[in-house]
């Protein structure tokens, strides 16, 4: 479908941001002019707690700027990744916050230099700057780790070449990627990221094979380049922490939000223990479907044959302001608004970025993307990045900007607690037997995708990062093969792990996201107690998490989380949500037999 053909009210509204070239032009006008005033006014940073405070307010207003202007112009390239006049403002975008880095190098060097002493003094002699109290304790927790300004200074200007292969990856995987067209049902269909998911799950097995064959076939044949991009990128992480000094990639990128490694540890080590559960889910899949053998192009298709529900963009919207409604008034209240005033874009056109997500900055409103299909993961998508946009809007409206975001640790727990709100909506509501073992069998298999199959991802990730650590490049062969091992060892026997998903991972655009994956099974973990407790009714575990809404940046994300009553230092939270996982699939393994 062409973009021009889809309705107004199906396109998220990005006027609101700039409505025209002109507002844009202006925009970046004023940023040159304030990465000038940055770099005029950086002499007199330390004179006085005055000059002090009138720089740290001329940083908010420059970058809250350019960050309107970057999620302006990305969002306007992934409407349609080939439009070269939206990439060409991509491009000025990127290199403009590439320039603000480079200009803001010296700060934290500068910070660190100035002492606890004398920050606390400047602090003590003007109100104004006790707000930012948090985020002066943030950035000298990591003192050691970091350099000169000079070096600094080299660093942010290198920034665009260390971005270099995660920019090819992208462009190469949504752009230049050629997929076959297969038939499907008596018609030739053109393959992409955005449908393949769904032709997995047609009924058809030798349907289902051949999209899948084909698919995988193009990032087979691309497996050496995606491999010497991925090689790149995670070298230039290695160098990065070496620079940094830090005992590993892993250490380096936990330690931006203060995330002890012992939470990426426990995850492997206790999801890799309840291994045998899962292998369990899959072989209770091969009988039901009745495979003598069964392979990854069966493992999207639904254990109730014949159950396609489809929804209308219109009933998925209803179905998940119905399933909140636990979540009080305002919250319901704020998401109908924002559904019914062009937060989304809904439908896929040509060139238009695959997979959804949430986007927007401070100054903005929420912004979501869907490539909607119809169908029930659809449905479940809106929820999930529903859940991140509501995330967004109450930090954004109850933090000031220096904590007017919240870390990529706690990304994913308000997106899947709205998952679960839905899903235990949909099984209250189930008008028979066939539907509640479909929703049961979703939970069970939402729960393999976002909590077993993304710690495969985070155990691959660290294992690729551990092969470059130790001197050795990553080849197609080696990751393949690392692909491959793992496969086995989480799925088990009871599924065929064959040459084409042994490739998967150059599919995978979240291991050029730098350790982002692991915190969607995290993430997951934690939303299943956070639902819990939200749907027993209890008011005060409600505020709670609405609180943990509203909190952003203020304190650190492990900390955050405690205070709505989850834990993830330890790992109690993972073996709840493996208890729960249990109990699920015990009640669809009784409905099945």
């Not at 112009?73 to 409407?79: I, K, P, T, V, Y």
């Not at 948090?134 to 300004?149: A, G, I, P, Q």
């Not at 809904?346 to 970025?353: F, L, S, T």
């Not at 084409?500 to 982002?516: D, G, K, L, N």
Request: net charge negative; hydrophobic share 35%.
């Amino acid at each position: 479908m062409e973009r021009k053909d889809i309705k107004l009210e199906y396109k998220w509204d990005l006027e609101k941001i700039f409505k025209d070239k002109l507002e844009l032009q202006n925009s970046l006008a004023l940023s040159e002019n304030y990465l000038k005033e940055l770099e005029q006014k950086k002499e007199n940073l330390t004179n006085s707690a005055k000059d002090f405070y009138e720089f740290l307010k001329l940083v908010e207003k420059s970058s809250r700027e350019i960050s309107k202007i970057y999620a302006y112009a990305h969002m306007r390239s992934d409407e349609d990744t080939t439009d070269n006049e939206n990439l060409e403002t991509y491009q000025i975008a990127r290199q403009l916050i590439a320039r603000y880095d480079e200009k803001m190098s010296f700060f934290k060097p500068a910070i660190l230099d100035m002492g606890e002493e004398k920050l606390q003094k400047f602090i003590e002699e003007l109100d104004e700057l006790k707000i930012y109290k948090h985020y002066f304790e943030d950035m000298l927790r990591e003192t050691k780790h970091v350099l000169s300004k000079e070096e600094e200074a080299v660093i942010a200007s290198l920034s665009p070449v260390l971005q270099g292969a995660t920019n090819t990856y992208m462009t190469l995987e949504n752009s230049d990627l050629q997929f076959p067209k297969v038939e499907i049902d008596g018609e030739k269909v053109q393959l992409s990221n955005a449908n393949f998911v769904l032709h997995e799950q047609n009924p058809n097995r030798e349907i289902r094979k051949n999209v899948y064959e084909n698919y995988y076939k193009v990032f087979s044949d691309y497996a050496n380049t995606i491999a010497s991009i991925m090689d790149q990128e995670f070298k230039g992480h290695t160098a990065l922490s070496k620079l940094r000094k830090y005992s590993s990639s892993r250490e380096m990128f936990l330690s931006a939000n203060n995330i002890p490694e012992k939470v990426h540890e426990n995850l492997i080590e206790v999801i890799n223990k309840n291994a045998p559960v899962l292998h369990g889910y899959m072989e209770l899949r091969r009988k039901v479907l009745a495979f003598d053998k069964q392979y990854f192009y069966d493992i999207y298709m639904p254990i109730i044959p014949g159950f396609e529900k489809k929804y209308t963009y219109e009933e998925a919207k209803e179905l998940v302001l119905e399933a909140i409604k636990p979540l009080g008034e305002e919250y319901v209240k704020i998401a109908t608004e924002g559904l019914n005033s062009r937060w989304c874009d809904v439908y896929p056109n040509k060139g238009k970025r695959s997979g959804a997500y949430s986007s927007g900055v401070y100054d903005t409103q929420p912004y979501i993307l869907l490539n909607f299909n119809g169908t029930i993961d659809d449905v479940f998508t809106l929820a999930h990045e529903l859940g991140h946009s509501m995330h967004s809007y109450y930090t954004r409206n109850n933090q000031p900007f220096i904590y007017g975001r919240y870390s990529i640790f706690l990304a994913e727990i308000a997106s899947t607690t709205n998952e679960l709100l839905l899903l235990d909506h949909m099984m209250k509501n189930a008008k028979d037997e066939n539907e509640k073992v479909f929703l049961l069998n979703h939970y069970v298999d939402s729960f393999r995708q976002t909590v077993f199959r993304q710690t495969m991802f985070a155990e691959f990730e660290h294992n690729a990062h551990k092969i470059i650590e130790s001197g050795e490049p990553l080849t197609a062969k080696r990751l393949s093969e690392e692909y491959k091992r793992l496969n086995e060892a989480y799925y088990g026997d009871a599924i065929e792990v064959d040459q084409y998903i042994s490739v998967e991972w150059a599919r995978i655009p979240h291991f050029f996201m730098e350790y982002y994956v692991y915190q969607y099974a995290t993430g997951f973990s934690s939303a299943v107690a956070l639902s819990e407790k939200i749907l027993n009714g209890d008011e005060k575990d409600r505020d709670n998490y609405l609180e943990f809404l509203k909190a952003g940046a203020s304190d650190y994300p492990i900390e955050v989380l405690k205070k709505a009553g989850i834990d993830m230092t330890t790992k109690e939270p993972l073996d709840r949500a493996m208890e729960k996982f249990r109990e699920v699939l015990s009640e669809l393994e009784e409905k099945l037999a």
